[in-house]
């Protein structure tokens, strides 16, 4: 049997020069003894404020639309009080364009708070996150997660004041300012990438957004029933004071994973240098080719995934399904649960006899089959039977992240995540802003005309994967060769010599 050294990849190829090898080659060959969990707290913690937000912000909104366009606070709160948008409005043809006209509205503003976000955190996301591998990861965090709770307690003082949409902006720039959750989540995996080897890390990034989506169904759960019971301002005061728990978890619970420079002051032009020069400083085994179409994949997914979650909220208050909050926050949980530990559970399941590549395009396929089915969604069963077609899509995004992470050395882990930070920002604006401009033109014909749109832009990401499995001869299966008795990697079409 052939001797192999400690840093030879573990999975092999009867092709040479695959990209493994300098995969397994620039990985260190140690790491900070960090065994515990330290960043999943701190995860679910935020996300257990987050994610509810979203959906709580997407009902205020739609409440203060309709208030205005009914002309009494009276009509517009019978949503809070467990009843519907299309129980309100008699269904008179007048009436009915008024439906679609607030609609139409709060889907504008929407997405004007998401620019308020996401703009600025556009800047600031590859500025932090280059400057994590110098300055620390635990920074990065605070940072981010006193931003988010900032833009929470001034909603709290619009809403008990009742100032209005308009006021949310200044909170919502502050929240960009900080980086975000997209800040957080580039820290939070690059912690990761520091502390876990290259074995365990596809698992690893994939349990991190399962942890996310546990906290979050967690919260939505509840959510319905506070708002229906108790109004916005205890459910965001809620938030808020999560938050602030988070903080004091991480001053005291977080130990730096990344040794700190002292030399270097934070510097964001230099970062933001550093964040873009990741794509060209070297070429070897054509890295910088590999990893442009792995971002422009990874794109043209998060456009869908975390671009679309306003419409459909806006899609569930109107017809013909015409749910409650609480139906709202029922769906929104039992979906992130299906969504996330779906994901971790399939790189499980399907790692035995898939290569990482092999399951992004199995991801893909799921999640594409879910848009297509919700399109023509007519019943409440029909909608709740779209996030168990699609719960193994999840895989895609984290596993793509996983092999960038793989692709890149140790001191550029913050860059690289927040390059996929800022992507990630960048398609949620873009996609915020696109899916809801779709739906208010196309609500009153087809409403679930959005959700063919999102196929299709999920279908493209398929096309670029496969180029990059092309280009890196990439290997989709894998199966254990019966003369060494290791794990061997096999092309899907290549067969296996025994």
């Known amino acids: 049997m052939t001797d192999y050294k400690e840093t030879d990849p573990l999975l092999t190829s009867t092709k040479g020069n695959i990209q493994e090898d300098v995969i397994v080659k620039t990985a260190p060959k140690s790491r900070p003894r960090i065994n515990r969990l330290i960043v999943e707290p701190v995860i679910f913690l935020y996300f257990l404020a987050f994610t509810p937000s979203i959906t709580l912000t997407e009902q205020y909104v739609f409440h203060v639309v309709g208030k205005e366009y009914q002309g009494s606070d009276t009509d517009a709160s019978k949503h809070v009080q467990g009843k519907t948008q299309c129980d309100v409005i008699n269904e008179t043809v007048t009436e009915a364009k008024m439906r679609d006209t607030i609609q139409a509205n709060a889907s504008k503003w929407m997405m004007y708070l998401n620019i308020a976000i996401?703009?600025?955190?556009?800047?600031?996301?590859p500025i932090l996150g280059a400057y994590s591998d110098r300055g620390g990861r635990k920074i990065i965090i605070l940072l981010s997660i006193a931003g988010t709770c900032?833009?929470?307690?001034?909603?709290?003082?619009?809403?008990?004041?009742?100032?209005?949409?308009?006021?949310?902006i200044l909170g919502c720039v502050i929240q960009g300012i900080s980086g975000g959750a997209s800040a957080l989540m580039s820290a939070c995996f690059a912690y990761i990438a520091d502390i876990v080897e290259l074995d365990d890390r596809s698992f690893r990034i994939t349990a991190l957004n399962a942890v996310l989506g546990v906290s979050g169904a967690a919260a939505q759960l509840g959510i319905g029933y506070w708002i229906t019971y108790d109004g916005y301002l205890p459910s965001f005061w809620f938030i808020s004071c999560v938050l602030i728990v988070n903080i004091f978890y991480v001053i005291f619970f977080v130990p730096e994973s990344k040794q700190q420079n002292t030399n270097d002051n934070f510097n964001p032009f230099w970062d933001l240098k550093n964040a873009v020069m990741l794509y060209y400083k070297t070429d070897e085994s054509e890295r910088n080719r590999k990893l442009l179409i792995l971002i422009i994949t990874f794109a043209l997914a998060s456009l869908v995934s975390y671009g679309s979650a306003d419409v459909l909220a806006l899609f569930m208050l109107n017809r013909p399904l015409c749910w409650t909050s609480v139906l709202i926050g029922i769906f929104?949980?039992?979906?992130?649960?299906?969504w996330n530990i779906g994901g971790m559970v399939g790189?499980?399941?399907f790692e035995r006899w898939l290569t990482d590549e092999g399951m992004i395009?199995?991801?893909?396929?799921?999640?594409?089959?879910?848009q297509a089915f919700q399109a023509f969604v007519k019943s409440t069963f029909m909608m709740f039977?779209?996030?168990?077609?699609?719960m193994f899509g999840s895989m895609f995004l984290p596993l793509i992240s996983s092999i960038m992470s793989k692709t890149v050395r140790d001191d550029e882990q913050g860059a690289l995540f927040a390059g996929i930070g800022?992507?990630?920002?960048?398609?949620t604006l873009a996609g915020g802003a696109l899916y809801n401009t779709i739906y208010a033109e196309t609500v009153d014909w087809f409403g679930g005309f959005v959700f063919l749109v999102t196929a299709g832009i999920f279908l493209l990401a398929i096309v670029t994967f496969w180029i990059y499995v092309k280009m890196s001869g990439t290997h989709l299966l894998h199966v254990v060769s019966k003369q060494e008795g290791r794990l061997v990697s096999v092309l899907a079409d290549e067969p296996l010599n025994t």
Request: aromatic share 10%; net charge positive.
């Open 150 to 168: 900032l833009n929470y307690i001034a909603n709290v003082i619009i809403i008990y004041l009742d100032l209005g949409i308009k006021y949310w």
């Open 361 to 370: 395009l199995l991801a893909a396929l799921f999640f594409i089959a879910m």
């Open 347 to 349: 790189v499980k399941l």
């Open 332 to 338: 929104t949980a039992m979906s992130i649960i299906m």
């Open 385 to 390: 039977i779209g996030p168990v077609i699609g």
């Open 118 to 125: 996401l703009v600025p955190q556009l800047v600031m996301v």
């Open 422 to 427: 800022c992507i990630g920002t960048a398609t």
